[in-house]
């Protein structure tokens, strides 16, 4: 697909709207992934924020940023990260995400590698089986049978664990809610680009210092996925974090955080 012009997506700087950027700490850009916005970054802000000037944004078709015409790709979602680097006037960063995110991330810094300092690839896939593949292409399939609406609900139960779903259903119904807010060819699109994807062949050209994190029970970005993708970085640590699922931004935000900061202040 050819990339289209890129999208300037709305973005937050350590949590509020700004259009400028003061670079008085080192600067770490946080992707989100599919149907998420910007807000699932928020429980992780109080610790990344001690450390590091924090930009998150919206994905574009996501929250506040605008809902493109024609089909994108991975690569323009990488074209309007660069683009939005540009614009903040940034040279070098950090940068980390989630899901969908962690595949935007390896895809930027493998074209701009000189623009990277360190990656996150949070509960992130790559090396998956023909089985795992056809297991979330399946789930893209459903979708596009039987309705996002009715099909989103029942994979709460592979992206929280139980005690937290049964003390946090606020948390559960606002993630609904972003999700089934943004337009149902966008989030198609980017849960295709996600099921898609596969990072394997170019992990091993990507030198710079990653942290490969995921929840010890993430049934589609599993610690079995995650050891292979630790083991093909060339400067990777491996975190596992015992008990968790998908959601670890909105279960285990402060945990993620400190994993976050303690790797990339000890570089």
Not at 53 to 60: E, G, S
Not at 66 to 71: K, R
Not at 156 to 183: G, H, S
Request: charged content about 20%.
């Amino acid at each position: 697909m050819t990339p289209s012009n890129p999208i300037d997506c709305v973005h937050y700087v350590n949590g509020d709207p700004a259009k400028d950027l003061t670079q008085d700490k080192p600067v770490l850009f946080l992707i989100h992934g599919i149907g998420s916005w910007h807000h699932t970054w928020d429980s992780l802000l109080p610790r990344l924020t001690q450390s590091f000037t924090v930009v998150t944004y919206d994905l574009r078709g996501h929250g506040a940023s605008p809902v493109p015409i024609e089909p994108f790709g991975l690569d323009d979602l990488v074209d309007d990260l660069d683009y939005l680097r540009a614009k903040l006037g940034i040279e070098q960063a950090h940068f980390a995400g989630h899901s969908l995110g962690g595949m935007i991330g390896p895809a930027y810094a493998r074209r701009y590698p000189d623009r990277v300092l360190s990656l996150g690839l949070l509960s992130t896939a790559a090396f998956r089986t023909n089985d795992d593949t056809a297991k979330v292409r399946g789930v893209v399939a459903t979708m596009e049978e039987q309705g996002i609406d009715k099909v989103l609900p029942t994979l709460t139960n592979r992206w929280f664990t139980d005690p937290f779903a049964e003390a946090n259903p606020d948390v559960i119904e606002a993630r609904l809610k972003r999700a089934m807010a943004t337009p149902a060819d966008i989030f198609l699109q980017v849960f295709h680009i996600y099921a898609n994807t596969e990072m394997s062949p170019y992990l091993a050209d990507l030198d710079m210092p990653a942290l490969v994190l995921t929840g010890e029970n993430d049934g589609g970005c599993n610690p079995r996925l995650n050891h292979q993708i630790a083991d093909a970085l060339p400067n990777s640590t491996l975190v596992i974090l015992p008990g968790y699922k998908h959601s670890i931004l909105l279960e285990a935000g402060p945990v993620v955080a400190e994993e976050l900061s303690t790797f990339i202040e000890s570089l």
